[in-house]
Structures are given as structure tokens and as C-alpha cells.
């Protein structure tokens, strides 16, 4: 477990998710408690994921996952914050940073994609802080970003 300023980082545990719920910072997984539960399941199993705490509280976490294979490899990366996350949110980011270039170095990432929920600015500002591009793709009221790693 690795501890700066106040913040925690360990492997997520599906306890983390449950624990982020009530208070996730983006207000629509509220709409349907067992379709985020679901999301959250999947995406813990499936991915790389890490939660940052403080004082043994969740803050946010984190994954990032293979897509299905293609001529190069690509990755997508998901998360969730809690409201009490942008206390300590410098600290966050940049566990975020360290974790993605962990991961797209060990595994020679070339791409790696993100959604975010149209009319969720907050999501929008924090991908393109860590150097996604929006592109012209929505589906299903989400904006399709991409980070390119590797030119």
C-alpha cells in the first residue's frame, strides 16, 4: 500500500465501489442502483483497478482494461470520485497518472479510450488534464475521448 499526503493506493476491492456509491460525484448513476452495481462489478473484475482513500475512506477509483483485440493494443480506462475526492484531488491525479503509465508501459499500450456522459463537464476537464482528445464519436449520450501513447 503506498501512502501520499493523506491519500492511500491499493487494489480496489468491490467494497470500494459499494462504498462510492451514495456519494459518486456524478449524480445519474443514482438513477438505477443495481445497473451501476453491475458496471462496477464488471469493470473491478475486468480491469487493472486501484482506489485512493484517506483515512481508510474511499476517495475515487480507478481501472483500466484491454479492448478486444486489434492490430495494435488499446486499452479504456474508467472511474469513479466520490464529492469529498476534490479535498485532496491534486494527490489523486496524480496516482491516476503514475497508475495509467505503469500500465501502458508493462503492456506496450499504443491507444487508450475513455467515455464521458454528455452534460458531465467535470469528467470532460479531468480526461483532457490527463492529455485525452475528445473525438467526433457519441454513442448512447456519451463523448468517445482517446490518448494516443504511442505515435
Known amino acids: 500500500m503506498k501512502q501520499m499526503n ?23 448513476i443514482h438513477d438505477d442502483e443495481e445497473l451501476f452495481k453491475d458496471w462496477a462489478i464488471t469493470n473491478v473484475q475486468r480491469s487493472t483497478a486501484f482506489t485512493c482513500l484517506h483515512n481508510g475512506e474511499p476517495l475515487a477509483c480507478a481501472g483500466i482494461r484491454f479492448l478486444p483485440p486489434a492490430p495494435v493494443i488499446n486499452a479504456e480506462v474508467w472511474a469513479v470520485f466520490s464529492v469529498k475526492a476534490k479535498k485532496y484531488i491534486r494527490y489523486i491525479l496524480r496516482d491516476l497518472k503514475e497508475e495509467l503509465n505503469i500500465f501502458v508501459n508493462k503492456y506496450k499500450v499504443e491507444n487508450v479510450y475513455a467515455d464521458s456522459r454528455i452534460g458531465f463537464p ?4 479531468l480526461l483532457e488534464h490527463l492529455g485525452f482528445k475528445k473525438l467526433d464519436i457519441t454513442h ?12
Open 6 to 28: 493523506k491519500i492511500e493506493t491499493r487494489k480496489t476491492r468491490l467494497s470500494d465501489i459499494h462504498a462510492l456509491y451514495r456519494g459518486a460525484v456524478d449524480k445519474s
Open 140 to 151: 448512447n449520450g456519451y463523448l468517445r475521448y482517446k490518448l494516443t501513447v504511442k505515435e
Open 122 to 125: 467535470k469528467s470532460q476537464r
